[in-house]
């Protein structure tokens, strides 16, 4: 199946950005739709934001539209996201997802998941 690795999380101000990177390996990656989900301390995971395999209407969900920016390249095999205006309660671990329909990209349901980066937001 195929396996994932995130990167790019860190240590930022609020109002700042921050880019992650999920690079897929091990499987056709274009016929993957992907997710990113996010899990902060005593909460339950939620998702952030998804993409279909052609890339075409992202959803996201509402604390994020405007601010965040999900996008992929297949050539490369990497889904990113792009997180603007970056407030505290963006703080989390964030994983990236990838399933065989969109459907189930934004559930989490039957996905396999990368390993997650921490991203926080503070002063």
């Known amino acids: 199946q195929v396996q994932l690795v995130e990167s790019g999380g860190g240590l930022v101000q609020p109002g700042g950005s921050l880019r992650l990177s999920c690079e897929a390996s091990?499987?056709?990656?274009?016929?993957?739709?992907m997710a990113w989900f996010r899990q902060a301390p005593g909460k339950e995971r939620e998702s952030v934001a998804a993409?279909?395999?052609?890339?075409?209407?992202?959803y996201y969900r509402d604390s994020v539209r405007g601010r965040f920016t999900i996008s992929r390249d297949n050539a490369k095999n990497t889904v990113f996201l792009q997180m603007n205006s970056l407030k505290p309660e963006d703080t989390a671990v964030y994983s990236c997802?990838?399933?065989?329909?969109?459907?189930?990209?934004?559930?989490?349901?039957?996905?396999?998941w990368g390993q997650g980066t921490q991203v926080t937001v503070s002063s």
């Open positions: 997802a990838a399933a065989a329909t969109l459907g189930a990209a934004l559930t989490g349901t039957g996905v396999v």
């Open positions: 091990g499987r056709t990656f274009s016929n993957y739709a």
């Open positions: 993409i279909s395999q052609s890339g075409i209407s992202p």
